[in-house]
């Protein structure tokens, strides 16, 4: 049974920093493509970034390209979200989410294209 455990938000200040944690279990991590997305209050959910399995060159939304990194640690089954530079809109929770790929540069920024999602964390970034 595929599960993604995330952790690591929290309360904040506007301009500071958060590092969040996506832990999977039960799936061949090293083989599945691994997003970020967030949803506010009234919104709509919103890629964030995608790393493939292989791991190289994130790709982010412009909307966080700058402050927020995302990386994965394949012997840990574990994916990072650090977030720099936090604004009040950043507030939301944040999920991570999974997808086999066959391709190890492959990776997806749409959320219907995920199969297995975490259960988010909630991120308050206070003014």
């Known amino acids: 049974q595929v599960q993604l455990v995330e952790s690591g938000g929290g309360l904040v200040q506007a301009g500071g920093s958060l590092r969040l944690s996506c832990v999977a279990s039960?799936?061949?991590?090293?083989?599945?493509?691994m997003a970020w997305f967030r949803q506010a209050p009234g919104k709509e959910r919103e890629f964030l970034g995608a790393v493939s399995w292989g791991g190289r060159r994130p790709y982010y939304s412009d909307s966080v390209k700058g402050r927020f990194t995302i990386s994965r640690d394949n012997a840990k089954n574990t994916m990072y979200l650090q977030m720099n530079s936090l604004k009040d809109e950043d507030t939301a929770v944040y999920y991570c989410?999974?997808?086999?790929?066959?391709?190890?540069?492959?990776?997806?920024?749409?959320?219907?294209?995920?199969?297995?999602w975490g259960q988010g964390t909630q991120v308050t970034v206070s003014s």
């Open positions: 039960g799936m061949p991590f090293s083989s599945y493509a």
């Open positions: 989410a999974a997808v086999w790929t066959a391709y190890s540069g492959e990776y997806y920024d749409t959320a219907r294209r995920y199969d297995y």
